[in-house]
Nanobody, 115 residues
Framework: QVELVESGGGLVQTGGSLRLTCAASGIIGGINAMGWYRQAPGKQRELVASITFGGVTKYADSVKGRFTISRDNAKNTMYLQMNSLKPEDTAAYYC?????????WGQGTQITVSS
C-alpha cells in the first residue's frame, strides 16, 4: 500500500520559515523524481520545486533563492525548506512522487503566510 505522509505546514508570519517533509512508503520498484506543488484558491496547481534521484533540482522562479528542496533516498523522504515566506506563498502544498509506472500525490498540507 502506497502512502505519502506530508508534514510541516501551518501558519507563519511574513519573513518566517517552514520545513515540509514528505515520507513515501510502499512504492514498488523505487522512486524517480520527487517534487512539491502548490495550489492557491482559484488558481491552478503549479510546480514549486522538483528533485531527481541524483539530486538535480528545479525551482519556480517565484521561490528561487528562498526555497530549498532536498531528499534522502535511503529514507524515501523529501524536504522543502522555505525561508523568507511571503503572503503569496499561501497555498495547499502537495508532495508528488514519481514511481516506475505512475506518479503519486500526497494529501496536501496548508501553508498560510500572514502579512
Amino acid at each position: 500500500q502506497v502512502e505519502l505522509v506530508e508534514s510541516g505546514g501551518g501558519l507563519v508570519q511574513t519573513g518566517g520559515s517552514l520545513r515540509l517533509t514528505c515520507a513515501a512508503s510502499g512504492i514498488i520498484g523505487g522512486i524517480n523524481a520527487m517534487g512539491w506543488y502548490r495550489q492557491a484558491p482559484g488558481k491552478q496547481r503549479e510546480l514549486v520545486a522538483s528533485i531527481t534521484f541524483g539530486g538535480v533540482t528545479k525551482y519556480a522562479d517565484s521561490v528561487k533563492g528562498r526555497f530549498t528542496i532536498s531528499r534522502d533516498n535511503a529514507k524515501n523522504t523529501m524536504y522543502l525548506q522555505m525561508n523568507s515566506l511571503k503572503p503569496e506563498d499561501t497555498a495547499a502544498y502537495y508532495c508528488n512522487v514519481g514511481g516506475i509506472w505512475r506518479e503519486y500525490w500526497g494529501q496536501g498540507t496548508q501553508i498560510t503566510v500572514s502579512s
